[in-house]
Every structure is written in structure tokens, then in C-alpha cells.
């Protein structure tokens, strides 16, 4: 167990549909990293939060979006889904920014 | 654009031998550069390195920042069957970015 929590672990879900993927970071972990992970693309960052503040965003669809809470858990919105939305979604937390980093063990999400 | 770029993309050796992976990176406003090994599942961490620490080494894993060459190296000896998995290099930014490479894929055959 590393320590970093998502669940669900599994969802399959139709298009056009919205979802909510939950990550509770490590204890005293401040800053939060969503990936997205597909076969044909590798791990793409998509937006990192620190203490509650978005500090940086990758290649996030405007479909997606995400926020840190004040007990520093963290959740993804997945909205209008697309087939090619299909991948597994990890996030990641670490002490700080430039800190080694602990994966939880994903989401894989299934559009159908 | 950053990017990382790792070679090679695959690689199959026999148990006990050595191997050298590469990543090299373009970007701006470099803060680290790690390693990870993923297997089934979520990559784990093996290595950071930064400008003020350039050699890491971990039984027999070991790995090199090369800061003029804007490369590093992840070296691992007497390859076991258990070291297969896939390796990436990913760098992160003072801006609290990451971006990660395709990895390179091990295959240690008994």
C-alpha cells in the first residue's frame, strides 16, 4: 500500500456521461498530481494542486476539471465522456513540489 | 514544448547481464529529474535527481544526471527476472509541472 488512495478502481460508464474520481494523498502530503494514462499516449500530466491551490495544468481536456479540498483530498471530474476518454487515471502526491512522488494505484475508466 | 524523450524503447537481455537506459529532456525551467519502474500497475519511484544532486545508486541500480547534455542514465546491473517492467524518466518543473516519456520497456530472460 503506498500510502495514496483512488478509488473507485473500476468504472465503466456511457458516453456522454460525467464522473467523479476520488484521490486521498498520503499523510501530510501536500501537493496532488492527476495523470491520464492510454495505451497509445503514455502518462500525460493533467493538473497538479498544492495545498488547495491549482499550481499548474497540463494538457487537461475543458471537459475535465479538478480541486483540492481542505483535507487535501483531491477529485477529477470527467464530464460529457468520449470513448477515447477510456485510460487508467492516477494521481500522485508528494511533501511538496520538486519532491519524490507516490502514485496511488489508479482508476481505469471504461467509456462505452 | 517540453519533452522527454527515452531510449530505447524496448530491450531484451538475459538474466545477469548490465543495461543502460537513456532519457534525454528539453524544457524550461528545470527542477528534477526521476526515475520510476512500472509494472502492473502504478509506476513506484526509484530515483530523483537535481542540480545539486546529480548520482543516485540503490543496490544495482544506479543513475547519472548529465546537466550539459541535458540527459540522464539509469544503469542496472546483474539483471534479474524481477527487473522487467518499464522504466520512465520524467522531469518536473519549478512551475509544478511533470512530463513524462514513453518509457522503455525491459525484458530480463532467465
Known amino acids: 500500500d503506498s500510502g495514496v488512495t483512488q478509488t473507485p478502481k473500476h468504472l465503466i460508464t456511457a458516453t456522454g456521461q460525467r464522473v467523479t474520481l476520488r484521490c486521498s494523498p498520503r499523510?501530510?502530503?501536500?501537493?496532488v498530481y492527476w495523470y491520464q494514462q492510454s495505451l497509445d499516449q503514455g502518462l500525460q500530466f493533467l493538473i497538479h494542486?498544492?495545498?488547495?491551490?491549482?499550481?499548474a495544468k497540463g494538457n487537461i481536456l475543458e471537459r475535465f476539471s479538478a480541486q483540492q479540498f481542505p483535507d487535501l483530498h483531491s477529485e477529477l471530474n470527467l464530464s460529457s465522456l468520449e470513448l477515447g476518454d477510456s485510460a487508467l487515471y492516477f494521481c500522485?502526491?508528494?511533501?511538496?513540489?520538486?519532491?519524490?512522488?507516490?502514485f496511488g494505484s489508479g482508476t481505469r475508466l471504461t467509456v462505452v | 514544448e517540453d519533452k522527454v524523450v527515452q531510449s530505447p524503447l524496448s530491450l531484451v537481455v538475459h538474466e545477469g547481464d548490465t543495461v543502460t537506459l537513456n532519457c534525454s529532456y528539453e524544457?524550461?525551467?528545470?527542477?528534477?529529474l526521476l526515475w520510476y519502474k512500472q509494472e502492473k500497475k502504478a509506476p513506484t519511484f526509484l530515483f530523483m535527481l537535481?542540480?545539486?544532486?546529480i548520482e543516485k545508486k540503490s543496490g544495482r541500480l544506479s543513475s547519472i544526471l548529465d546537466k550539459k547534455e541535458l540527459s540522464s542514465i539509469l544503469n542496472i546491473t546483474a539483471t534479474q527476472t524481477g527487473d522487467s517492467a518499464i522504466y520512465l524518466c520524467?522531469?518536473?518543473?519549478?512551475?509544478?509541472?511533470?512530463?513524462f516519456g514513453d518509457g522503455t520497456t525491459l525484458t530480463v530472460k532467465p
Open positions: 500522485a502526491s508528494s511533501a511538496g513540489t520538486g519532491s519524490s512522488y507516490t
Open positions: 499523510s501530510g502530503d501536500l501537493s
Open positions: 494542486y498544492y495545498n488547495g491551490e491549482e499550481r
Open positions: 524544457v524550461t525551467n528545470f527542477r528534477s
Open positions: 537535481t542540480s545539486s544532486g
Open positions: 520524467a522531469h518536473y518543473t519549478n512551475a509544478g509541472k511533470s512530463t
